[in-house]
């Protein structure tokens, strides 16, 4: 939707092991797409990630939209999200990833298309409900891996470990949509 208004340059988080690795690989991406003024909008762990972007590249950034996201000093996520992980990291090393994939995808079938015609109150299609079981299936068979949870692990208690101060993100008066 946003292609008709906006050139559109998405990225992705696989495969790097700190914030400070996909901000540098981010800003690789959008020097070679000549980006010099951006929309940044994160969603979920994007969000977090799109803070510290914005953060590091004030320049760079003229507005920030947030979806799912939350600070570094959060209560919630540091007892729902921080204090799981941090046990995971421990185990990580010794789970098989046919589990992880097993796991995964008996979790993506319970919350699967149920939560999203639930929660959104969505009405879908049988089209619909064939893309989206084959796009999940081609996502837990090429990408859901112990090295994207590894990913993942790394981000979250990189982004803990922030101290992220509103002054930071004055300049964008009104131009943050959370």
């Given at each position: 939707?946003?292609?008709?208004?906006?050139?559109?340059?998405?990225?992705?988080?696989?495969?790097?092991?700190?914030?400070?690795?996909?901000?540098?690989?981010?800003?690789?991406?959008?020097?070679?797409?000549?980006?010099?003024?951006?929309?940044?909008?994160?969603?979920?762990?994007?969000?977090?990630?799109?803070?510290?972007?914005?953060?590091?590249?004030?320049?760079?950034?003229?507005?920030?939209?947030?979806?799912?996201?939350?600070?570094?000093?959060?209560?919630?996520?540091?007892?729902?999200?921080?204090?799981?992980l941090t046990i995971a990291r421990f185990?990580?090393?010794?789970?098989?990833?046919?589990?992880?994939?097993?796991?995964?995808?008996?979790?993506?079938?319970?919350?699967?298309?149920?939560?999203?015609?639930?929660?959104?109150?969505?009405?879908l299609s049988p089209k619909d409900k064939?893309?989206?079981?084959?796009?999940?299936?081609?996502?837990?068979?090429?990408?859901?891996?112990?090295?994207?949870?590894?990913?993942?692990?790394?981000?979250?208690?990189d982004f803990s470990k922030q101290n992220?101060?509103?002054?930071?993100?004055?300049?964008?008066?009104?131009?943050?949509?959370?």
């Amino acid at each position: 939707e946003l292609e008709s208004s906006y050139r559109v340059i998405v990225s992705t988080i696989y495969d790097v092991d700190s914030i400070a690795e996909f901000n540098a690989a981010l800003e690789i991406i959008l020097n070679a797409e000549n980006a010099d003024q951006i929309i940044l909008y994160g969603l979920s762990m994007g969000g977090l990630l799109a803070q510290t972007y914005t953060r590091e590249h004030p320049q760079k950034v003229k507005a920030l939209i947030l979806s799912h996201a939350c600070t570094p000093r959060s209560k919630v996520y540091r007892r729902n999200v921080i204090l799981p992980l941090t046990i995971a990291r421990f185990i990580m090393p010794f789970t098989p990833n046919w589990f992880i994939k097993f796991a995964s995808r008996q979790a993506g079938a319970l919350q699967g298309e149920n939560k999203i015609a639930s929660e959104y109150k969505v009405k879908l299609s049988p089209k619909d409900k064939r893309y989206y079981k084959v796009v999940m299936a081609d996502y837990f068979k090429r990408f859901f891996n112990k090295r994207l949870i590894k990913t993942w692990i790394n981000i979250h208690l990189d982004f803990s470990k922030q101290n992220l101060k509103p002054k930071e993100f004055s300049y964008l008066k009104k131009k943050v949509l959370i």
